[in-house]
């Protein structure tokens, strides 16, 4: 069954760093999104993007984020100068389309910000 | 207004009983999402719904749009069921969704 990956499944990082996050969708979903999750919190949405641009984005999603679909399969987010409070588990997903098809997730990636 | 309200944020449960998870929303939802998250941290959907009922195995999830309420529940509890179960909606023609705390579900053998 296809399945949304994301590498690494754990980034430690230094404060001040730039760290990229990477996910690969199911091939034929056109709907792509980011999460986050900090520890013991609920998850919160950070971006959607839809048609090789952002549809939508939250409030956390400031200018130290970014997302991009550089080659048709992966799916990535950057954060260009990671702070302590970015420290979470960062989760993408996909869908194939539609106001009621269902989202798929992977399985995280845990960054640590130190 | 966009608050996403579960109860109860804990649920202990002997094996075999019915469970009964529930979420509240604001107005204007255009589709409701029941996931499962296990111990481990993975997310899995378990159900997208904007209206009436849907079953899958054990679990069926219902919603009242004109109550603004929907419900999970689970048949026959299992131990294998003990996750954090959450509820997360979209509003109108948004791509956000809005994510509750979670329900913390633990079934005792």
């Known amino acids: 069954e296809p399945e949304v990956t994301q590498t690494p499944s754990h980034q430690v990082t230094q404060m001040g760093q730039e760290v990229i996050l990477r996910c690969v969708p199911i091939?034929?979903?056109?709907?792509f999104y980011w999460y986050r999750q900090i520890l013991g919190q609920k998850v919160e949405f950070l971006v959607s993007f839809y048609n090789n641009e952002i549809s939508e984005k939250s409030e956390i999603f400031d200018d130290q984020f970014s997302v991009e679909r550089p080659d048709g399969s992966n799916f990535t987010l950057k954060i260009r100068s990671t702070k302590l409070e970015d420290s979470a588990m960062y989760f993408c997903?996909?869908?194939?389309?539609?106001?009621?098809?269902?989202?798929?997730f992977g399985p995280g990636t845990r960054l640590t910000v130190t | 207004k966009n608050e996403v309200e579960q109860s109860p944020q804990n649920l202990t449960a002997q094996e075999g009983e019915f469970i009964t998870i529930n979420c509240s929303y604001s107005?204007?939802?255009?589709?409701l999402h029941w996931l499962q998250q296990h111990p481990g941290g993975g997310i899995v959907s378990l159900f997208m719904l904007s209206s009436g009922k849907k079953k899958h195995g054990r679990l069926i999830a219902t919603i009242n749009i004109q109550e603004k309420h929907s419900s999970l529940h689970i048949t026959a509890s299992h131990p294998r069921d003990s996750a954090v179960y959450i509820c997360?909606?979209?509003?109108?023609?948004?791509?956000?969704?809005?994510f509750g705390t979670g329900t913390s579900l633990t079934v005792i053998p």
């Open positions: 997360a909606v979209r509003y109108g023609n948004g791509n956000q969704f809005y």
């Open positions: 997903a996909s869908m194939t389309g539609g106001a009621h098809y269902e989202q798929y």
């Open positions: 107005v204007g939802i255009s589709a």
């Open positions: 091939s034929n979903h056109l709907y």
